[in-house]
Structure formats: C-alpha cells, structure tokens
C-alpha cells in the first residue's frame, strides 16, 4: 500500500507563486510515473503535470505550460509542482498520484485558490 499526503495549497493572489508537495510513505519502491491532477468544483478531475520515474520526461496540460513545473526527488519520496504566475483559473483541489505496477494511488488534495 502506498500513501500521499499533499501540501502546500493555500489562498494567493493572481501573478503568485505556490509550490505543493506530495510526501509518499508505505510500500514505495516500484512507483514509476507521478502526477498532479485537479478538480474544480462542477468539473472533471484533470491532468495538470507528469513525471516519469527518473524525472526525465514531464508532460503538462497546455493551460499550465511555461508557468507550472513538476520535479520529484525519488531519495525523499516526494513530488513537487511548482506554479508560477498563478491564475483565477488554477483555483481547484490539486491531486498527485503515482503509479505502482497496476495500481495507480492518490492523495487526498490540497486547495489552491488564486484570487483576482
């Protein structure tokens, strides 16, 4: 079993800056690809940014591009996003997941909410 724990939402001004963390904990050897999502309130949950294993190969959702980055440090577990620039539109629960063989594991989000 694998655990996530996010943190570091909060309430931020447009043209701010967050930075959430991921902390994974239990069964962790064997998770390969890493993730953000989020869910604003009367949408679908959607990708925001993704991690391969070793870090060599992230993917972001076009709204996010240039502002959002995505890093993970596999010796302490954790997985990173750190936005930039942030927009009214970013306002949602943010998710990290990870993949481990056929199981693929989620937090439980953290809130970001930019204000205009």
């Known amino acids: 079993q694998v655990r996530l724990v996010e943190s570091g939402g909060g309430l931020v001004q447009a043209g701010g800056s967050l930075r959430l963390s991921c902390a994974a904990s239990?069964?962790?050897?064997?998770?390969?690809?890493m993730g953000w999502y989020r869910q604003a309130p009367g949408n679908q949950r959607e990708l925001v940014a993704s991690?391969?294993?070793?870090?060599?190969?992230?993917d972001y959702a076009d709204s996010v591009k240039g502002r959002f980055t995505v890093s993970r440090d596999n010796a302490k577990n954790t997985l990173y996003l750190q936005m930039n620039s942030l927009k009214p539109e970013d306002t949602a629960l943010y998710y990290c997941?990870?993949?481990?063989?056929?199981?693929?594991?989620w937090g439980q989000g953290t809130q970001v909410t930019v204000s205009s």
């Open positions: 997941n990870a993949n481990k063989f056929r199981t693929t594991y």
């Open positions: 239990g069964f962790t050897s064997g998770i390969s690809k």
């Open positions: 991690i391969t294993t070793n870090g060599g190969s992230t």
